[in-house]
């Protein structure tokens, strides 16, 4: 049973699904997070859309199994090492697109134009995008934007400009640290498991990595400063603070990439890496103490 649910997890890429508490983010700094309403509302967007992001990464490695066959790591995923009927995959897909589709739908009409925006946004990536240089990445850090347009539709609230900014570049930053692994890992091959890896060098990912670094604290403290200012109570002031473990974060994210050579996937060394785990906790522990208490 036990070895079932983590066959079905991992076709499922549950654990890509920490990507998706982007969703949360324009409720938690919106002061609503302890309302019921808007909760709940955000809670039913981020299921739905777990389930339609499931759908994509199934459709995604089911037609990439043969040239994930050349990769170190993804040549153990389930679709490479199992033989599956294409109906199979292209109805369990489809079925995962509705059901999130109508979770989304009983939100508000955007909520669901914005979920079905991200599944053609991942249509077109792997049938063209992907082989465009720095249009691939653009289309992956879109993916990310879409979450916190989600969230905000969710949670009835205009998202700043300064947040989006904030999630740019910090989506680009792990996208930029992924491509940059991939061309050390896969060296003469990597074109072959990616093709656009053929228009990049180490050397520029380097400097894109740090230029994004740089941008995504800057506009951090950009919008937690303008979230300072617009509360109220004194006490409120502290969230300046929360700069400390976003920097922590990020910094421990590079020693992992460039000392400890990982970067593949994200989310495998943000849940590998249990120092980034409590980081990322003291973080939110953080936020929620100061704007609600």
């Not at 849940?271 to 208490?293: A, E, G, P, Q, R």
Request: net charge positive.
């Amino acid at each position: 049973m036990i070895d079932s649910l983590k066959k079905i997890a991992a076709m499922f890429r549950a654990k890509h699904w920490i990507k998706n508490l982007f969703i949360f983010a324009p409720l938690l700094f919106s002061g609503c997070f302890l309302k019921n309403t808007e909760f709940l509302r955000t809670l039913t967007a981020f299921s739905g859309f777990c389930l339609i992001t499931s759908g994509v990464y199934i459709l995604n490695d089911f037609f990439d199994k043969e040239i994930d066959k050349l990769h170190p790591q993804k040549k153990y995923r389930y679709f490479v090492s199992h033989n599956t009927n294409i109906k199979t995959v292209l109805l369990l897909g489809l079925l995962l697109f509705l059901t999130g589709l109508v979770l989304c739908s009983t939100i508000n009409r955007a909520t669901a134009l914005l979920a079905l925006a991200y599944i053609f946004l991942n249509i077109f990536y792997a049938t063209f995008l992907k082989n465009i240089p720095f249009i691939e990445i653009f289309s992956i850090v879109l993916g990310f934007l879409l979450r916190i347009w989600i969230g905000s539709t969710a949670a009835n609230v205009l998202p700043s400009f300064l947040i989006q900014a904030c999630i740019l570049f910090l989506a680009l930053f792990l996208v930029f640290t992924k491509r940059r692994y991939e061309l050390l890992v896969l060296k003469e091959e990597s074109s072959l498991h990616r093709p656009v890896l053929k228009y990049y060098n180490v050397n520029m990912f380097d400097q894109l990595i740090l230029g994004s670094f740089v941008c995504a604290i800057i506009f951090y403290v950009s919008y937690i400063l303008k979230i300072s200012s617009s509360l109220a109570q004194h006490t409120h002031h502290n969230i300046i603070y929360s700069l400390i473990f976003v920097v922590y974060g990020m910094a421990r994210y590079l020693y992992l990439v460039y000392i400890k050579k990982m970067g593949d996937d994200p989310c495998e060394v943000i849940l590998s890496d249990k120092w980034l785990l409590v980081n990322i906790l003291l973080w939110l522990s953080f936020n929620f103490l100061v704007l609600y208490f």
